[in-house]
Nanobody
């Protein structure tokens, strides 16, 4: 069993940055495909970043939708067994509850295919 715990959300102004953390336990996060999703009120959960399992000496391939490409970065810290989401140049439309998720193998963009989820952390971008 894998447990995921997110942290780092908050209220920020447009243009600001935030870094979300997802601490994993029960399995090394490097052995999992991990992703960040967000859900705004009244909207479906959408993926904002994903990273494949570690490949040899690399930390895995990363994936982003066009809406966040160039602004968001997903990364891993093996020592801390933590996955991060660095969010820069935040916009009001980035507001939502952010969830990290994991699955044993292979990045997919459908939230229904992830096995493990964190409890979510609120991000609000507003002036």
């Amino acid at each position: 069993q894998v447990q995921l715990v997110e942290s780092g959300g908050g209220l920020v102004q447009p243009g600001a940055s935030l870094r979300l953390s997802c601490a994993a336990s029960g399995r090394a996060s490097g052995n999992l495909a991990m992703a960040w999703f967000r859900q705004a009120p009244g909207k479906e959960r959408e993926y904002v970043a994903a990273i494949s399992q570690s490949l040899g000496w690399t930390s895995g391939n990363t994936y982003y939708p066009d809406s966040v490409k160039g602004r968001f970065t997903i990364s891993r810290d093996y020592a801390k067994n933590t996955v991060y989401l660095q969010m820069n140049s935040l916009k009001p439309e980035d507001t939502g509850v952010y969830y990290c998720a994991g699955r044993p193998v292979g990045v997919v963009f459908n939230p229904g295919r992830y096995d493990w989820w964190g409890q979510g952390t609120q991000v609000t971008v507003s002036s």
